[in-house]
């Protein structure tokens, strides 16, 4: 148990619509990052929050988009679904100092688009 | 460019040590990661190496070359429980982008 909950667990949409994921990171974990893992591969960062703001960004268009509140929790929004969305996405908190990058990976949720 | 290469799959014994060797090419490179991931299930630590040198985790140790854009995950004494993927990770410099391989599944045998 790393202390970092996804929900939901399972989600199926349609192409063309859009998706919120969200993620309750460890307390006092300032960071949170978003990964996508297709099938057989590695997870493909996605991209960084830092105290509510993007902190940096993987090789993904604009319509993936997300959010860091205050409570630690955060959101990953995809807007018009494609089926090459299908995968499963990861959220994975730090406490985002020097000291320490180590992150505490969530169960993840597994998308599928249909 | 940013790439990282570590073989797609490995085969040991149980009771046996195995070598998992990784490749990286990034621009601005902070540190190594090394994750266990079993199937259907999130990534979990394994180590991170920042310094050049071998650095030991009971049964697991993780080694860096920096000039050589090199690492690898040493599994010593292997259980039926090590089979699973392991990944491999690179951090870039300021810290915020993490780059993995595409994983190396090791299937441990009796």
């Excluded at chain 1, 919120?20 to 893992?37: A, M, P």
């Excluded at chain 2, 993780?62 to 004494?77: D, V």
Aim: proline fraction near 4%; include cysteine; charged fraction near 15%.
């Amino acid at each position: 148990e790393t202390g970092v909950t996804q929900s939901p667990t399972h989600l199926i949409k349609t192409r063309g619509q859009q998706v919120t994921l969200r993620c309750s990171s460890q307390s006092g974990h300032n960071t949170v990052s978003w990964y996508q893992q297709a099938l057989g591969q590695g997870p493909q960062f996605i991209f960084q929050y830092y105290r509510e703001e993007e902190n940096g960004r993987g090789n993904f268009p604009p319509r993936f988009s997300g959010l860091q509140f205050p409570n630690y929790s955060s959101e990953l929004n995809v807007n018009a679904l494609e089926l090459d969305d299908s995968a499963l996405y990861l959220c994975a908190s730090s406490p985002g100092t020097s000291a320490s990058y180590e992150q505490y990976f969530g169960p993840g949720t597994r998308l599928t688009v249909t | 460019g940013q790439n990282i290469d570590q073989p797609t799959e490995m085969t040991a014994t149980e009771g046996a040590i195995v070598q998992i060797n990784c490749t990286y090419q990034t621009s601005g490179f902070n540190g190594l990661f090394w994750y266990q991931q079993h199937a259907g299930e999130a990534p979990t630590f394994l180590s991170y190496n920042v310094l050049d040198g071998l650095e030991e985790k009971g049964r697991f140790s993780s080694f860096l070359s920096r000039s050589k854009g090199y690492s690898y995950l040493l599994l010593k004494e292997l259980q039926m429980k090590d089979s699973a993927s392991y990944l491999c990770a690179a951090l870039n410099t300021g810290g915020f982008k993490t780059i993995f391989g595409a994983g190396t599944r090791l299937f441990v045998k009796a």
